[in-house]
């Protein structure tokens, strides 16, 4: 059985930084042609695409945010990190983290929200 | 980026209807679109892969056509259960991108 569980905090100041942890099961990020990505969706609108990491640890980024994204993964721990600098209030959403298995995003978490406000 | 545009927006419909959603990419991305069901708070479902094929478990009234720029959803026979927001996402080409989005109520 596939699971993926995203965690962090539910809130954060503006200029900081957010860092969220997708912890899965059910799948080895070290198998050719897994990958992670995470995705987030602003209240009442739709998905957005952040960033992909490949079984090789290759790294793909939305081109609108890649200076303020850097992601990585932990095989051992089974885990993927997001980070994402200086936070704005716009960057208020849930984030989910999904299996891309053949470029398709087959599973995902459950999300986590995320509200930026001092 | 490839843009996708989904129609309409917004959908009524009864119960036992078929509905149809349509998805136009801004160039053409072969059969690498995908369809996923998202229900109010809750995180979005894989449908249809590939442009037709349908994810396992996935009810046999939803299906999937189209090829290059065009494609649609279809669901026929609508139940209650399939209120949701619609989205197609195509994953031929970086940066993936998503639909806008098609709600569909239930009369």
């Known amino acids: 059985q596939i699971t993926l569980t995203e965690s962090g905090p539910t809130l954060v100041k503006p200029t900081q930084t957010l860092t969220l942890t997708c912890t899965f099961s059910?799948?080895?990020?070290?198998?050719?042609?897994?990958?992670v990505g995470w995705i987030r969706q602003p209240p009442g609108k739709a998905l957005e695409w952040l960033a992909l990491?490949?079984?090789?640890?290759?790294?793909r980024y939305s081109p609108s945010l890649k200076s303020r994204l850097t992601i990585t993964k932990d095989t051992s721990k089974n885990q993927v990190v997001l980070t994402m600098t200086n936070m704005d209030p716009v960057d208020t959403a849930t984030y989910y983290c999904?299996?891309?298995?053949?470029?398709?995003?087959?599973?995902w978490g459950q999300g986590t929200q995320v509200t930026v406000s001092s | 980026e490839i843009v996708l545009a989904q129609s309409p927006d917004f959908q009524s419909v009864t119960p036992k209807e078929r509905i149809t959603i349509t998805c136009r990419a801004s160039?053409?991305?072969?059969?690498?679109l995908h369809w996923f069901q998202q229900k109010p708070g809750q995180s979005p479902k894989l449908l249809i892969k590939d442009a037709s094929q349908s994810f396992s478990g996935v009810p046999s009234r939803f299906s999937g056509s189209g090829s290059g720029t065009d494609f649609t959803l279809t669901i026929d026979s609508l139940e209650a259960e399939d209120a949701a927001t619609y989205y197609c996402?195509?994953?031929?080409?970086?940066?993936?991108?998503f639909g806008q989005g098609t709600k569909v109520e239930i009369k």
């Open positions: 999904a299996l891309d298995s053949g470029s398709i995003f087959d599973h």
């Open positions: 059910g799948f080895s990020l070290s198998t050719v042609g897994v990958a």
């Open positions: 160039q053409g991305i072969a059969t690498s």
């Open positions: 996402h195509q994953s031929h080409a970086l940066p993936r991108t």
């Open positions: 990491i490949y079984w090789d640890d290759d790294k």
